[in-house]
């Protein structure tokens, strides 16, 4: 089966981005599943129900979120019954939402989709390393197809747990640092990985955001407003072959389109 997994979508210009560009992708790839990052596509802060919404009609499947789930409060109207949304699933016991979830493809298939929050230079939630799995297993139970959506920080802590969960899971997509990594590749046990899938939204930018205010902020030290860069749009991603049987990657294919 083909998944495509989006990059981080920050603001209008990543929602459009996924207008203008998921069509040309679904085409090309014939894809059974569309899963993306959602936690930015608010203003660049958070998610809202038309937000959510309006990527659902664009065509994306499933989001999962990250240390920004609740930064607008929106989300917290909606997470628990919405069922096509997940947030980093060791926040602590009682939080709305959940943090994983079995969902149907579009060819009839169950994938497992499990999102995680990193604690290295973030907030310290449950360590994740400790926790994933026994929803790993959890999810076995239903599946061999599984993803994992790792929202870190540290390379380093990206990639031991790529290694940690090779041959467990389908892949381990990381995000949250919004620059497409060169390491793309297939771990040694059938596990595809990325240490960042990248950002959806305005190229020119930093990580999203004005440059000029991001430059001001490192020249001064005074506290800014962040605001969503506009221009240049830019589509980040991988494409994954997965095994339908075995649940093991056979591709992973990154992604990257840019337009007006």
């Given at each position: 089966m083909w998944i495509l997994f989006i990059g981080d979508i920050v603001g209008k210009p990543g929602r459009e981005a996924v207008r203008d560009f998921l069509p040309e992708?679904?085409?090309?790839?014939?894809?059974?599943?569309?899963?993306?990052?959602?936690?930015?596509?608010?203003?660049?802060?958070?998610?809202t129900r038309e937000v959510a919404d309006e990527l659902f009609n664009y065509g994306i499947d499933f989001l999962t979120m990250g240390n920004h789930v609740w930064d607008n409060k929106d989300i917290i109207n909606f997470i628990d019954d919405e069922r096509r949304i997940i947030r980093p699933a060791n926040y602590p016991k009682g939080v709305p939402g959940r943090g994983h979830a079995i969902i149907?493809?579009?060819?009839?298939?169950?994938?497992?989709?499990?999102?995680?929050?990193?604690?290295?230079?973030?907030?310290?939630?449950?360590?994740?390393?400790?926790?994933v799995i026994n929803l790993i297993n959890e999810l076995a139970l239903e599946t061999p197809i599984i993803i994992v959506d790792f929202h870190a920080e540290a390379t380093s802590e990206k990639i031991a747990m790529g290694w940690m969960l090779d041959g467990k899971v389908s892949a381990v997509i990381c995000t949250h640092t919004h620059i497409q990594t060169a390491d793309a590749r297939i771990l040694e046990k059938g596990t595809a990985y990325i240490t960042d899938v990248g950002m959806t939204g305005p190229r020119d930018s930093v990580l999203g955001i004005k440059k000029e205010i991001v430059i001001n902020n490192f020249l001064t030290q005074?506290?800014?407003?962040?605001?969503?860069?506009?221009?240049?749009?830019?589509?980040?991603?991988?494409?994954?072959?997965?095994?339908?049987?075995?649940?093991?990657?056979?591709?992973?294919?990154?992604i990257q389109i840019f337009g007006e």
């Open positions: 992708i679904k085409q090309k790839f014939d894809l059974d599943l569309v899963i993306a990052n959602g936690e930015n596509a608010a203003g660049g802060r958070g998610i149907i493809s579009n060819n009839g298939l169950k994938v497992g989709v499990i999102n995680l929050s990193g604690r290295v230079f973030l907030t310290p939630l449950e360590n994740p390393f400790t926790m005074m506290p800014v407003k962040f605001e969503v860069a506009s221009g240049v749009k830019q589509l980040n991603g991988v494409v994954l072959e997965i095994d339908e049987t075995s649940g093991k990657a056979m591709q992973i294919i990154p």
